[in-house]
């Protein structure tokens, strides 16, 4: 598993309407990603943003498509463009 970077930006929401009616809330946003494995199908996902912020989530790899945040209880699905 490889670390990275990544550089995008962040436009804030209020009730699914961009904040202000759009009206430039768009921040940018960017930091770097480290991987961990901790088992053979599961690995930790550490986030360090460029504000300070550290965000982790611990995922189990379902299959190909899949994968579980153990810690959010969420899923996420692979899509591939056709």
């Not at 990603?33 to 189990?60: I, K, M, P, V």
């Not at 994968?67 to 056709?82: M, T």
Request: hydrophobic share 40%.
């Amino acid at each position: 598993m490889a670390d990275g970077t990544w550089l995008g930006r962040v436009e804030l929401l209020l009730g699914g309407v961009p904040f202000a009616g759009g009206g430039g809330m768009a921040t940018k946003d960017g930091g770097t990603w480290a991987l961990q494995s901790l088992a053979q199908d599961q690995f930790r996902l550490t986030c360090y943003y460029e504000n300070g912020t550290t965000w982790y989530g611990t995922f189990h790899i379902v299959d190909r498509n899949h994968i579980h945040c153990v810690d959010l209880n969420y899923d996420a699905v692979r899509v591939v463009p056709q």
